[in-house]
């Protein structure tokens, strides 16, 4: 499914390959795989995201989704891509401040309607934040808006989720609760995960684990 070769941020020196066991490297995630990725602040963990996800394209080396390399994507193909195959919990969130944390989520569902909007009020009950759909997102806490965020990437079709410091403003309670779901759902999918965080956490299952 993804196909990453040999692949090196463009500002970093050649010599980071011989010291990581990620950057210079070969690797496939393929359907059902759960990477965990442990990376310290500046070894290039959120620009490994973005070279994935295709909103950065500072690398030598080659990224394949379905042995077609990403670099040579059209606009529309990285929408038809962001839209049924790959989704994201970015680090940021990203999500509109000014929007109710409920038309954020139903953005979603508007650009690929893969569940009903009861999905929604469902997943946002797990998760414990039903009462804050109706709320204006930047008023919300950053721990509910790290679990609207991952409500969101839930709501499409996937077959990698990427996740980047999902649980960084959540308590291990929170974070479990949101692991619960996020696995739940990939397995619906048979989907892989990639999980790049500050450290290993014990409650995601990853069956590959790299030091970047």
């Given amino acids: 499914m993804l196909n990453i070769k040999n692949i090196l941020p463009a500002y970093f020196d050649e010599s980071v390959k011989d010291r990581s ?61 962001r839209r049924r195959h790959i989704s994201i919990v970015f680090q940021d969130m990203k999500l509109l401040p000014e929007l109710t944390v409920k038309k954020n989520l139903e953005i979603k569902l508007q650009l690929e309607p893969y569940y009903s909007s009861d999905k929604i009020t469902e997943m946002a009950e797990r998760l414990g934040i039903k009462n804050k759909l109706g709320s204006v997102t ?54 892989a995960i990639l999980f790049a965080d500050l450290e290993r956490i014990d409650y995601f299952p990853c069956t590959k684990l790299y030091h970047l």
């Avoid at 309670?173 to 739940?184: H, P, S, T, V």
């Fill in 21 to 81: 066991e990620w950057w210079g490297k070969d690797f496939v995630i393929g359907k059902g795989d759960y990477v965990k990725i442990v990376a310290p602040s500046g070894s290039g963990k959120s620009s490994l995201v973005h070279f994935i996800y295709g909103l950065r394209n500072e690398y030598s080396g080659h990224i394949f989704y379905n042995e077609k390399d990403i670099r040579h994507f059209s606009a529309e193909d990285f929408a038809f891509y």
């Fill in 138 to 191: 930047k008023i919300c806490s950053y721990g509910e808006q790290q679990r609207a965020s991952i409500i969101r990437a839930l709501l499409q079709p996937y077959d990698l989720l990427i996740l980047d410091e999902p649980f960084s403003h959540l308590d291990e309670k929170n974070a479990q609760l949101a692991m619960d779901l996020i696995l739940e759902e990939s397995r619906k999918r048979e989907a």
